[in-house]
C-alpha cells in the first residue's frame, strides 16, 4: 500500500468514528469535523512529533483545535495515532469522561490547549509559537480555525501579533467549508476574502482549492516550513460534512447527532469508500 | 514613604526577571503606567509588547504558560479583567494555567480619567473563576512580597495594584503569607476588614476611634480568595462587628467574600465600606475617596452609628 494510501485509511478510520462518537452522544458537531479530516490527518501523521514518549510534554511540536467544537475530530485523531483506546471514544460527552463536549488538556494527555470559545485558540498558538522563538526551540505549532470563526475579531489580533513577532514556526489552517450554524458563511456575516486579509495582516498565504485532498495538504505544510519570517496560514476550501453525502454541504449537520439509523448508513457509505 | 503598589510591581518584576529566564511579561501598550517598562529596561527580550488588545494577550499568556514560562500580563485592572475576562476563564482559568495578571489602576483612584478607567467589579469578576487566586495588597513593601510570592504559585493569579502613591503601612521584615490576613491591630468588639489602599484609611480609622473610646482590630485581609476562613471564624468569637473596607464595589469584593464566610461559619453583623454599586466620575483621587465614603471618616462613621 502506498504512503498515500495508508493516510486515506487513517482518514477513513477517523471519519467512521466521528459518526460514532457523535452517534453515541446524541450530540457534538459531525459537519465540522467531518471537513477538516484531512487536514488534522496530515498534521498528525506527516508532521508532529508527537508519540506517546512526549505525549504530555510540552517540548515538541503542538496543535491547538481553535474550533474546539470540532472535537469529536481530535478524539478521534487521538485514538488513530494510539493515544486512547477506541473504545473510550463511546464516552464523549458523558459524565466522567476524559472527553468533553469542547477540549480540555487538563482531561485528556495530547490535548495541547483547552479550547471551545472560538477566537482563544489561535491566540495561544501565538503564545506557543513566540515561546518556541523565545527559548530558541525547533518545534512548530499548527491550530485549526473555521471559517465562520474568522468573524471573532480576537482571530486578527493574534493575526497581527503574529506577523508582528514574525512566528514563521505557526502554520494555521482555516477549514473554509463555507457554512456556520445560521447558514453561509456569506449570508451570516461575510468574513471573505479570508486570504486577502491575512496576507494583508503579513502572513503567508497558501490557497488550497481542495483541502480534502491530502497530498495537496501535506505539500502546503512542507511549503509552509521554507518561508522564513512570516507566519503561514492555509486556506483550504473543504465541504462540510465531507464523506456523508446526506450531510455535505448542509448547514444543518453543524451541531446535530445523527440517529442509529443515518449512522448505519453514514458508516456502510464510509466503508464502502475506502 | 508615599509609593503606589505599581511602582513596587515594576521594581519586583525587573528583579525576578533578571534572575529567571522563564519569566515573560507582557503588556498592552501600557508598560510605562504599569510599571512593566522596568522589565524591559533590564531583560528586553523577556517583555512583549501586545498591543492594544487585551483579550489577545491573555490568550497569549496562556499559550506562553502552557509552554512551561512563568508569565505576567498587565493592564488597567478595567481592561485586563473587563475586556479580557473570557480569555482569563476560559483559556488561563479552566486549563489552571501559570498567568499572573497584575492589573494597575484599580478602583477610583484612577481619578481624572472617570468611571470608564475605574475599575470596581474586577475583584468580583475574577474571584468568580475556579482556582484563581485573588491578592490586593496595601502598599510597596506588601506588592514585593506578593509578587515574590505569586511567582511561586503553579496556577492562576490577580493582583491589583493601584495608581496613586500611597503610605508604605509596613516594615520590610513583615510577615506575608498568601491566604492569611495580617492582623494589624488587635482589639476587641469591632473588627475592621481591609484590603488595598483601604488598610491605610483602617489605621487611621483606629487612631480616630482610640481617641473615642473604641479599640477595634484592624487586619489586613490582602488575599481576597482564597479568604482566610480561620481568622474570620476566630474573630467572630470575640467581634460582633465587622467593617470591610474596599476600593471595590460592595456587591462581589472583598465585603462580600468576608460575607458569605461569615454568615456560613459565624453569623455576625457586617457593614460594608465601598463603592455603593454606582460608578465613579472625574476628580482627584482624594476628592472621589471622600465623594464616595472611601475615607477613615467613612470607616469610623460606620462603627460609631452601630
Known sequence: MSKIDVLKGHATNIRKNIVKMVTEAKSGHPGGSLSSVEIATAIYFTQMNIDENNLTSNQRDRFVLSKGHASPLLYAVLAEKGFLEETELATFRKLNSRLQGHPSMRKLPGVDMSTGSLGQGISTAVGMALSNKYHKLPYRVYTLLGDGECQEGEVWEAAMAAAHYKLDNLLAFVDNNGLQIDGKISDVMNPSPIDEKFKAFGWNVITLEDGNDLASVIEACEEAKTVKGKPTVVVAKTVKGKGVSFMENQAGWHGVAPSAQQCQDALKELEGNK | ?306
Open chain 2, 1 to 306: 514613604m508615599k509609593v503606589a503598589t505599581r511602582e513596587a510591581y515594576g521594581k519586583t518584576l525587573a528583579a525576578l526577571a533578571k534572575e529567571n529566564k522563564n519569566i515573560i511579561v507582557l503588556d498592552a501598550d501600557l508598560s510605562g503606567s504599569t510599571k512593566t517598562k522596568e522589565v524591559k529596561a533590564v531583560a528586553p527580550e523577556q517583555h512583549y509588547n501586545m498591543g492594544i488588545a487585551e483579550g489577545n494577550m491573555m490568550a497569549v499568556a496562556a499559550g506562553l504558560a502552557a509552554s512551561g514560562n512563568i508569565v505576567f500580563a498587565s493592564s488597567f485592572a478595567m481592561f485586563a479583567t473587563g475586556r479580557a475576562f473570557e480569555q482569563i476563564r476560559n483559556s488561563i482559568g479552566y486549563p489552571h494555567l501559570n498567568v499572573k495578571v497584575c492589573a494597575s489602576h484599580a478602583g477610583l483612584t484612577v481619578g481624572e480619567d472617570g468611571a470608564s478607567h475605574q475599575s470596581i467589579e474586577d475583584i468580583s469578576l475574577m474571584r468568580g473563576i475556579p482556582g484563581m487566586t485573588v491578592i490586593c495588597p496595601a502598599d510597596a513593601v506588601e506588592t514585593d512580597k506578593v509578587i515574590r510570592a505569586v511567582a511561586e504559585i503553579d496556577g492562576p493569579c490577580y493582583v491589583r495594584l493601584g495608581r496613586s502613591a500611597v503610605e508604605t503601612v509596613y516594615s520590610e521584615d513583615m510577615a506575608f503569607e498568601v491566604g492569611k490576613g495580617n492582623v494589624l491591630r488587635q482589639g476587641k468588639k469591632v473588627a475592621i476588614i481591609a484590603c488595598g489602599i483601604m488598610v491605610e484609611a483602617a489605621l487611621q480609622a483606629y487612631d480616630e476611634l482610640k481617641e473615642k473610646g473604641y479599640e477595634p482590630t484592624v487586619v489586613d485581609m490582602h488575599t481576597i480568595k482564597p479568604i482566610d476562613k480561620d481568622l474570620l471564624v476566630e474573630l467572630a468569637k470575640s467581634h460582633d462587628l465587622f467593617v470591610t473596607c474596599e476600593e471595590h464595589s460592595v456587591i462581589g469584593g472583598l465585603g462580600s467574600a468576608v460575607a458569605e464566610t461569615l454568615s456560613q461559619y459565624a453569623p455576625a453583623k457586617i457593614k460594608m465600606v465601598g463603592v455603593q454599586d454606582t460608578f465613579g466620575e472625574s476628580g482627584t483621587p482624594a476628592g472621589l475617596l471622600e465623594k464616595y465614603g472611601l475615607t477613615s471618616k467613612d470607616i469610623v462613621k460606620a462603627v460609631i452609628e452601630e
